[in-house]
């Protein structure tokens, strides 16, 4: 089975990546969304596509992401696990003998893995990620100043202000109340902290050797809850450990997916069916 196509979906947004090219589609899902897939890739290559499974991935967005694929033409789809995706970004080659821990903190959920060559030794499913942070921001703007905010106006706010640092000095004007980073900091930083936990509590189920080997090597993170200033250092004041961010955070999976496509015989043992 050859497989040229990563799908993977950002909220509305399809997004697809071919090998060799990068990524080549990004468009809102809708009415005419098989017309333009139709056109970027030809019969063949609409035979089957990868996808990169969301952080907590459920049944229902599953079939709902089968549902978009087969509408848009593709009839073969496998899946692949984020943080094997994520851990490819990164240069993972899969046959080593030196273990990586993987978080990739989503829109929904946040995922997290040790992986050891080509198995995920030991893997956690956090229900927490951007969206909680968003959630936070609304209520907060609400509970404060009795203003309703829209969900893009605080993504807007997460995207702009949100940090973990202490005294960051920015902050968001609106017409009816000036939002600082720290005010947004106060609502977030309990989200983060249930990261940092699952962290903690995912290591020690490692063995001795292992988890002495992460700590050195430190932790690999990606997804659209990475790009928030001050991740790596509320990790290392709490358990010590260095972080490597991705430099594309919300690309990060859907980028070291594609980079696998140039090992087909490695992506058939990583990836599973639909």
């Known amino acids: 089975m050859s497989i040229e196509i990563v799908a993977d979906f950002n909220q509305d947004n399809l997004r697809l990546y071919k090998r060799g090219l ?13 017309k333009k897939v139709k056109k970027i890739l030809s019969d063949q290559e609409q035979k089957v596509v990868a996808v990169v499974g969301a952080a907590g991935e459920t049944e229902e967005r599953v079939a709902c992401e089968k549902s978009v694929l087969y509408d848009a033409g593709f009839s073969d789809i496998v899946y692949i696990q984020p943080t094997i995706a994520l851990a490819a970004y990164f240069g993972y080659s899969f046959n080593e003998q030196v273990p990586v821990m993987a ?12 992986i050891l060559g080509e198995k995920i030794l030991y893997s956690g499913i956090l229900d927490v990620g951007v969206d909680t942070c ?28 949100a940090s973990l640092l202490k005294n960051d000095t920015r ?51 990606g997804g659209a809850g990475a790009k928030i200033r001050g991740l790596s ?32 015989e490695l992506f058939l043992k990583l990836s599973h069916s639909a």
């Open 171 to 221: 902050y968001a004007k609106f017409p009816e109340f000036i939002l600082k980073a720290e005010q947004v900091r106060e609502v977030i930083y309990p989200v983060y902290e249930q990261v940092i936990g699952a962290i903690n509590h995912l290591l020690p189920q490692a063995s001795a050797d292992i988890m002495r080997q992460i700590l050195n090597t430190g932790v690999l993170l």
């Open 233 to 264: 250092e509320a990790i290392y004041w709490s358990l010590q450990l260095q972080t490597m961010v991705a430099v594309e955070e919300e690309n990060a999976t859907l980028i070291g997916a594609g980079n696998l496509l140039e090992q087909p």
């Open 103 to 114: 978080v990739v903190i989503g829109e929904t959920s946040t995922d997290l893995a040790i």
């Open 134 to 161: 968003i959630d936070a921001i609304i209520n907060l703007v609400e509970e404060k100043y009795h203003v309703e905010i829209s969900y893009e106006t605080a993504c807007g706010i997460f995207r702009d202000v």
């Open 22 to 34: 990068g990524i080549i589609f990004n468009e809102e899902i809708g009415d005419n969304l098989k």
